[in-house]
């Protein structure tokens, strides 16, 4: 499954767009690497979201078959492994 399906599929983010976007600004990587929308992504596989307010990282435990599955089956997709907000000192810092 793309990187970009999987995001919206796992309601990491809302939209595939929004996870495209994401994706061509270099903000999400995949075990280190910026990955492009069309990445696949395996199980096993890290991924990092790094926006200007929020860094999330997520580990991913199973990939789905479907384009869509239920809210409950979205939160067995992947494991949280690091998320925190950005203080917004930091934000005007980089400003």
Excluded: H, W, Y
């Excluded at 199973?62 to 000192?89: H, W």
């Amino acid at each position: 499954m793309r990187i970009d399906q999987f995001l919206k599929v796992a309601r990491i983010v809302k939209r595939r767009s929004v996870a495209k976007e994401l994706c061509d600004s270099g903000a999400v990587k995949v075990n280190g690497q910026s990955a492009k929308p069309s990445r696949e992504v395996r199980e096993g596989d890290v991924v990092e979201i790094d926006t200007l307010t929020r860094f999330l990282k997520v580990k991913v435990l199973k990939v789905p078959k479907r384009k869509n599955v239920s809210k409950r089956e979205a939160k067995e997709l992947c494991q949280i492994l690091e998320d925190r907000k950005k203080d917004i000192r930091d934000i005007i810092d980089l400003i």
